[in-house]
């Protein structure tokens, strides 16, 4: 059996449409970028936690693609997001030739990534939802004109600097954030990404790691 690749995966046309289709759906409901950018970006960082981590490198393969794939739910409804698009990667998954055992891994990864419902339940899952919770960056923000900012869009806005640090020796992770507080303070980074932090830190326990958070210099977590 042809093991199925993350290369196969994002040259797959039909893959392709769904998270274009799904990060149109986004835009219609106000929400910040989640199409290749996202997608790719999350894909190769939470590999990048597994490979300092020493993990193999075919449990690296199958991290990009939940990763890549994470989103693709968003196509039938941002609600159940994550469960729908962990429906849809089996078929897609198994219709390709992937093994049950490795589909089982991708998608139990991507129906854990929302901080709604998410547990790290692996270690896949663990650091697709590390890569996930720490992508914050101006780039993501679709609505160019700040005075009709919503507090998603000022957050994102407001990172001048984002970093997602593993120190393995040290057994932390680190989220270090440079915020311009003149467009979002502190605080409203806390009211909504709270939860998607307290997320991290069980990731980050997971994978017998610390989670940190620094903001602006200051540590917080």
Known sequence: MEQITFEMIKNNEDIKEYIRRADRNLAQMGFTKHAF????????????????????????????????????????????HAQNGAVMAFH???????????VAYVVSAIGHHDEGTAFPVNAIAAALILADK?????????NQDIATFDIHDRVNYAAEHSALILN??????????????????????????????????????????????????????
Do not use: P, W
């Open 168 to 221: 393995r020796s040290a057994k932390t992770i680190s989220l270090s954030l440079s915020i311009d507080t003149s467009i979002c303070a502190v605080m409203d980074y806390f009211e909504i990404f709270l939860t998607r932090m307290m997320l991290s830190k069980r990731a980050a326990e997971y994978l017998n790691l610390s989670f940190k958070l620094e903001i602006n210099g200051t540590q917080f977590l």
């Open 134 to 142: 720490s992508d914050v960056r101006r780039t993501r923000v679709r």
């Open 92 to 102: 897609i998954l198994t219709n390709l030739g992937m093994s049950a055992k490795e």
């Open 37 to 80: 950018g996202h997608v790719t970006k999350v894909a190769e960082g939470a590999a990048d936690i597994l490979d300092i981590l020493g993990y193999d490198e075919r449990t690296l393969e199958l991290t990009r693609i939940a990763g890549y794939l994470h989103d693709i739910g968003n196509v039938v409804n941002r609600v159940g």
